[in-house]
């Protein structure tokens, strides 16, 4: 540990600097999304990182499937386009995992207590967000 003086003005100019990383990555992050097509590109479903369906598109040959085929096939389509997505996410997570290892590195230098909080409430966004997997289809009769 450097046992030299701690520049604390550094460190909160650090901080702030993060913070507008974060915020900015979190911006660029809510933009991303990604997309999945049928074989026959018949279906097209776009979804984000956190899973939520954007577009679904149907091509004309989708008119004379069964409503089981199509049912199944968009809940397919989504969770591959929201992993797709996530994936995308997680490498814009990465560079700030790095970032923000430095700064609580910074942190402990100053108030190590602090910095032990700030590891353990951040703890949960090291982990990648990936959607859950498709839940397997239920026959509806209407």
């Known amino acids: 540990m450097n046992s030299g003086p701690v520049d604390l003005d550094a460190v909160t100019r650090q901080f702030e600097a993060h913070v507008t990383t974060v915020r900015e990555t979190a911006a660029q992050v809510a933009r991303i999304e990604g997309e999945?097509?049928?074989?026959?590109?018949?279906?097209?479903?776009?979804?984000?990182?956190?899973?939520?369906?954007?577009?679904?598109?149907?091509g004309p040959t989708t008119a004379g499937v069964s409503r089981e085929w199509l049912g199944r096939t968009i809940v397919e389509l989504a969770h591959r386009a929201a992993q797709q997505a996530a994936a995308q996410a997680d490498t814009y997570y990465a560079g700030l995992r790095e970032a923000q290892r430095e700064l609580q590195d910074r942190i402990a230098a100053v108030d190590p207590l602090a910095a032990q909080r700030l590891?353990?409430?951040?703890?949960?966004?090291?982990?990648?967000?990936?959607?859950?997997?498709?839940?397997?289809?239920?026959?509806?009769?209407?």
Do not use: F, I, K, Y
């Open 36 to 58: 999945a097509s049928s074989r026959d590109g018949s279906v097209r479903v776009r979804a984000n990182a956190t899973g939520a369906v954007t577009d679904v598109q149907l």
């Open 119 to 142: 590891r353990a409430a951040t703890d949960a966004t090291r982990a990648p967000v990936h959607p859950a997997p498709p839940a397997e289809p239920r026959r509806r009769t209407w």
